[in-house]
């Protein structure tokens, strides 16, 4: 059986081209592999992982047995969460070289990685957390709203630029009057 942080080489998806990797999490008899690429793979086989130098052995890495080690409950460390992500959040997930919108269901610090559930409905275990990312904010919506912002403001020029003094404070107050209302987090 081979341990989580093992580095080895991986069948990719079965294709019979062997890549190097990490072992990021051990199920039973499949593994969550971190390919040196930065793409992973997870449920992979034991049958199609074997130790890293292997590679002109057809002799695949030993299967993986159900036993698992009995650890006394006390033995257990809760783990901070320093990688900032947490189960509802939601994330893009590295597939190929394009990013997919997910959510997350749950983080493992101690293993670095995460389940998803894609917003096409399909769920993935043991996720890398070095594939993952949280949502990029469009520059594209930011260049649109700030063009907006400028429209409306060549428009409300040329209306002020017609008003007399009196018109200009009670327009004044008006604006200071809608600016209390915001609060201190809306921009």
């Known amino acids: 059986m081979l341990a989580f942080g093992t580095k080895i080489e991986c069948d990719y998806q079965g294709s019979g081209k062997w890549f190097p990797g990490t072992i990021m999490g051990v199920n039973g008899e499949q593994y969550d592999i971190l390919y040196d690429d930065g793409d992973g793979e997870s449920g992979v086989p034991a049958d199609r992982v074997r130790e890293k130098g292997a590679a ?15 650890e006394p409950a006390s033995s257990v460390v809760p783990v901070a969460n320093k990688s900032g992500f947490e189960a509802g959040m939601k994330v893009e997930v590295r597939k190929g070289k394009e990013f997919k919108n997910a959510i997350v269901s749950a983080v ?26 949280k949502p990029e904010k469009s520059s594209k919506k930011k ?36 600016d209390s209302l915001r609060g201190p987090s809306e921009p």
Not at 111 to 117: H, K, R, S, W
């Open 56 to 70: 002109g052995s057809d002799t695949p890495a030993p299967a993986a047995t159900t036993e698992k080690s009995a």
């Open 108 to 133: 493992d610090e101690i293993l670095g990685c995460m389940d998803v559930e894609f917003s096409d409905g399909q769920a993935e275990k043991g996720i890398p957390l070095q594939m993952v990312r």
């Open 143 to 178: 260049k649109e709203k700030k063009k907006s912002a400028g429209k409306l403001m060549n428009e409300c020029n040329k209306l002020l630029s017609s008003f007399n003094e009196r018109e200009l404070e009670a327009a004044f107050k008006m604006l200071q009057a809608v």
